[in-house]
């Protein structure tokens, strides 16, 4: 994905950007034109990337996100926005969303669910 960022001209941008959410615009101004070396990692390499931080080891969809929930005991699961929740005010943490209220990342999903005895 950062390579197609680092184009001159990132061909369809609006829909890149929609898809993305601000995340992309910060990462523009910074990315536009860099020549990004072309070397491949080996499997050592990845597998100490892939320790090194927050890199994703699953990927949900909201359907297969709330039976895993449902199969571990929690009520109420349902999806929701970016800044609903039952918490009261949770909103105003803007988590997920901009301070204008848009939502940071638009591809995301969002699910709240409870402990059974909450």
Not at 67 to 94: M, R, T
Request: charge should be negative.
């Amino acid at each position: 994905m950062l390579k197609y960022w680092c184009r001159e001209t990132v061909p369809a941008e609006d829909f890149v950007a929609a898809r993305v959410g601000t995340e992309y615009w910060r990462a523009r101004p910074h990315c536009k034109g860099r020549k990004l070396p072309n070397n491949a990692l080996g499997a050592t390499e990845v597998g100490v990337f892939r320790l090194g931080g927050e890199v994703h080891q699953w990927m949900y969809d909201a359907y297969s996100l709330a039976e895993l929930l449902k199969d571990c005991g929690f009520v109420d699961v349902h999806p929701c926005d970016a800044n609903q929740s039952a918490i009261e005010g949770f909103a105003a943490y803007d988590l997920d969303t901009e301070s204008d209220g848009s939502v940071y990342k638009p591809d995301s999903f969002f699910i709240e669910a409870k402990a059974p005895h909450s």
